[in-house]
């Protein structure tokens, strides 16, 4: 009896180690940032103003998911942190009306999705900025 449990124990641990792959999301100590930079025009083109913008809703999930498991609103500056995720890949996106946009939600905006990996549990992974129309 001994030795069978000797044998089956390494494989047993082994087993075991594998099958507590972590998926991403909350719970680790990295951290996904980045910015959201906005163009006002005019309803024939120009351009008013541009820059970063603040309170604007941005939204985190896992990429292989189609919910978020997170958001938060930009700072004055434009930026945002997502703190404590785990290792994995990720999707950002935020809301806003644009012409250039992936896909329109049922209230007429456009939202813009970006795809990024945190490879280090402690790391630090920067967004390309946003760049939406208001």
């Known amino acids: ?9 390494p494989f047993l641990v ?3 180690i594998i ?3 972590k998926e991403p999301g909350p719970g680790g100590l990295a951290s996904v940032k980045g910015k959201v930079y906005a163009y006002d025009f005019t309803s024939g083109k120009t351009l008013i ?6 309170e604007i809703r941005v939204y985190i999930g896992a990429a292989d998911g189609s919910e978020h498991f997170d958001d938060i609103r930009t700072s ?8 404590f995720l785990r290792k994995g890949k990720y999707k950002v996106w ?9 896909l329109t939600s049922p209230e007429g ?3 813009f999705i970006q795809e990024v990996e945190v ?16």
């Open 19 to 21: 099958s507590c792959k």
């Open 76 to 83: 004055y500056d434009g930026s945002y942190q997502f703190n």
């Open 1 to 9: 009896m001994r030795n069978r449990i000797k044998i089956a124990l």
């Open 14 to 16: 082994s087993l075991l």
């Open 94 to 102: 935020v809301f806003a009306k644009s012409d250039t946009a992936v």
């Open 49 to 54: 103003s541009e820059g970063y913008l603040g």
């Open 109 to 111: 905006q456009q939202h």
């Open 119 to 134: 490879t280090d549990k402690k790391g630090e992974v920067e967004v390309p900025d946003f760049k939406v129309n208001i």
